[in-house]
């Protein structure tokens, strides 16, 4: 069984940073994509950012430019830093694995960012 564990989250002013994180029991590369998603307040999930087995990232246009996602293939941890937050972003972030026939089916038990303004 695969397990997913985020730590990082909290609360942060407008403008500022936190660095979110996801150790893995799983190898990196045994997934397809490893990737970070957040459901804000009354919204649908949505993926924020990937990275792929071969190192393709993928942000979603509404943090481009602000979040960073890497990854340690070392220590099998994925991290999001994310840079000039906004009150918008406000979440529970969930890291989440894709698998390579199957989709997102690994995921965090999440984290919460809140952004005050």
């Known amino acids: 069984q695969v397990q997913l564990v985020e730590s990082g989250g909290g609360l942060v002013q407008a403008g500022g940073s936190l660095r979110v994180s996801c150790a893995t029991s799983g190898r990196i590369f045994s997934f397809k994509s490893m990737g970070w998603h957040r459901q804000g307040p009354g919204k649908q999930r949505e993926l924020v950012a990937d990275v792929s087995v071969g190192g393709s990232i993928n942000y979603a246009d509404s943090v481009k430019g602000r979040f960073t996602i890497s990854r340690d293939i070392a220590k099998n941890t994925v991290y999001l830093q994310m840079n000039n937050l906004k009150p918008e972003d406000t979440a529970v972030y969930y890291c989440?694995?894709?698998?390579?026939?199957?989709?997102?089916?690994?995921w965090g038990q999440g984290t919460q960012v809140t952004v005050s303004s």
């Open positions: 989440a694995a894709e698998s390579f026939s199957r989709g997102w089916v690994y």
